[in-house]
C-alpha cells in the first residue's frame, strides 16, 4: 500500500511525543514493505537512520491508506476512497480540559472536538492503548461497532542503547540523578516530586528537569520558573537541576544512562486514566527504574512487571519513601532486571504487529454518510451542541 504518515508536530533529530511515534510507526510499515512518506509540520527534516522521506505538504491524491491522530486532519482527508487509519493514542481532549480555559484552549477544543462526528463517520480502524482508551472510543463511535480497535501502545528502538553517558552539568560526581522525563504540563505534577525529594534532607541526589523549548513549540519552563519551583521547598542546586538543551531524540540514552531514576508523577483525573505515558518507555529501553502515579496503563504495567514504584497521585510521603528505596543498590539491581527481561516484548516491531496484520484486512463497508457528521462537526465550531443538530 501506499500508506501517508500525519503529524502536525515537527520531525527531525530534535523531536518529542506524536512527532516520534508518527517516525516509528511510518519506519515499521516502510519495513513490512508498504511504500511510505511521512508528513509533519513545517521546518521539519529526516532524523537519522533509515525512514521514509518526510515531507511538509501531504500527498493526499497519492495514497491508499491515512495514517494519522484525528486532532490534526483537515476536512479533505475525510473524503475518498482511502483507508482511514486513525491514531487515538493521544487523549487531546483530556489534555486540553486539564489546562487554564484561555481563549486559545477553548478554540483548540473546540476545533478538536469537532473531528469526533466526523471520525465516527470515516474511521476503517483506530490504534489505542489499553482498555481505558478502547472504551472511550467505543463510546464516540456512535454505534459502529465493526470498526477495529487496534492495540498499538508506544514501543521502544530496536537495539539496545549503547553504554555511554554523558555528565549532567550542575550534578557533582557520586550524586544519584532522578530524572523528570518530559514537559511540565498542567496534567502533571512535579510538585510532589519536589516535595519528595525536599523530605530526603542532605541525601547526595540530584532531580534534573528538562526546562528547554520542545521542538516545535515555543512554551517551555524557565531556569528562573524552576528555580522558584524549588526553593517553595527549599530546594536548590545541585539537590534541583535544570537540564537546559534539548536531547536529540538519537542521543537520549546518554542522558539516561546517567539516571538511577526516571519519574512521571501525574495529578488525578481524565488525563491520567486514558493516557500513556511515552516517555516510561524510555526508563524500559535504557533499563532504568520508574517512579509514577497511580492510573494509566503504564503504571499499571510497571507495577505488575517490578519496573519500579507507583505511588497515589499527591502523596509525598509515600513518593519520597519509594524515592529512597529505588535508590538503594538492591532496588536499582532488581528493577533493572526486570526492566532488561521484559523490554523485547515493547520493541516499535513488536508492539505495531498487530497493525501490520490488520492493514490489509481492513474493511470499507461499515463506513456512515458524511453528510450528517458534517452538520454535527459544524455545530461544535459553532459553539452549539451537537445535539440539536439532526
Not at 456512535?142 to 521502544?156: E, N, T
Not at 496534567?187 to 534534573?208: E, F, I, Q
Not at 526553593?231 to 546518554?254: I, K
Request: hydrophobic share 45%.
Amino acid at each position: 500500500m501506499r500508506v501517508l504518515v500525519l503529524t502536525d508536530d515537527r520531525v527531525g533529530p530534535f523531536m518529542a511525543g506524536s512527532a516520534l511515534r508518527a517516525w516509528e510507526l511510518a519506519r515499521v510499515l516502510l519495513g513490512a514493505g508498504h511504500d511510505v512518506v511521512l508528513s509533519a509540520a513545517a521546518g521539519s527534516s529526516h532524523p537519522e537512520g533509515r525512514g521514509p522521506p518526510v515531507v511538509t505538504k501531504p500527498p493526499w491524491r497519492w495514497a491508499d491508506t491515512i495514517l494519522s491522530p484525528p486532532w490534526c486532519l483537515p476536512p479533505r482527508a475525510f473524503l475518498g476512497d482511502h483507508l482511514l487509519v486513525i491514531d487515538g493514542v493521544t487523549p487531546l481532549l483530556a489534555e486540553l480540559s486539564a489546562c487554564p480555559p484561555t481563549p486559545e484552549i477553548v478554540r483548540r477544543h473546540r476545533t478538536a472536538g469537532a473531528r469526533l462526528p466526523l471520525v465516527a463517520a470515516r474511521a476503517d480502524a483506530i490504534l489505542v492503548a489499553g482498555d481505558q482508551q478502547a472504551e472511550w472510543w467505543s463510546n464516540h463511535l456512535v454505534g459502529r461497532v465493526d470498526v477495529p480497535l487496534i492495540s498499538v501502545p508506544f514501543g521502544i528502538p530496536e537495539t539496545d542503547p549503547p553504554h555511554d553517558l554523558d555528565d549532567i552539568e550542575g550534578v557533582p560526581d557520586g550524586w544519584s540523578v532522578v530524572l523528570w522525563w518530559g514537559g511540565v504540563w498542567p496534567w502533571l505534577d512535579l510538585d510532589t516530586l519536589l516535595a519528595a525529594r525536599a523530605r530526603l534532607g542532605k541525601a547526595k541526589v540530584s532531580v534534573v528537569v528538562p526546562i528547554a523549548k520542545r521542538p516545535g513549540s515555543g512554551t517551555h519552563l524557565t531556569t528562573h520558573d524552576l528555580e522558584a519551583a524549588g526553593a517553595r521547598y527549599g530546594l536548590q542546586r545541585p539537590a534541583l537541576v535544570p537540564l537546559e538543551h534539548w536531547v536529540p531524540y538519537a542521543e537520549r540514552y546518554r542522558i539516561l544512562n546517567r539516571s538511577d531514576v526516571l519519574t512521571v508523577f501525574h495529578r488525578p483525573g481524565p488525563e491520567a486514566t486514558l493516557s500513556f505515558r511515552t516517555r516510561a518507555l524510555d526508563g524500559v529501553w535504557a533499563a532504568v527504574p520508574l517512579l509514577l502515579s497511580e492510573g494509566g496503563v503504564a503504571s499499571d504495567i510497571a507495577n505488575s512487571q517490578g519496573w519500579g514504584a507507583v505511588v497515589p497521585p499527591g502523596n509525598v510521603k509515600l513518593a519520597a519513601a519509594a524515592l529512597d528505596l529505588l535508590l538503594a543498590d538492591r532496588s536499582q539491581e532488581r528493577c533493572r532486571a526486570a526492566l532488561t527481561k521484559g523490554r523485547d516484548d515493547w520493541r516499535w516491531s513488536v508492539v505495531a504487529q498487530p497493525l501490520v496484520e490488520a492493514l490489509p484486512e481492513l474493511c470499507k463497508d461499515s463506513r456512515k454518510s458524511l453528510v450528517p457528521a458534517s452538520l454535527r462537526a459544524a455545530a461544535v465550531l459553532a459553539g452549539r451542541s451537537p445535539e440539536s443538530v439532526s
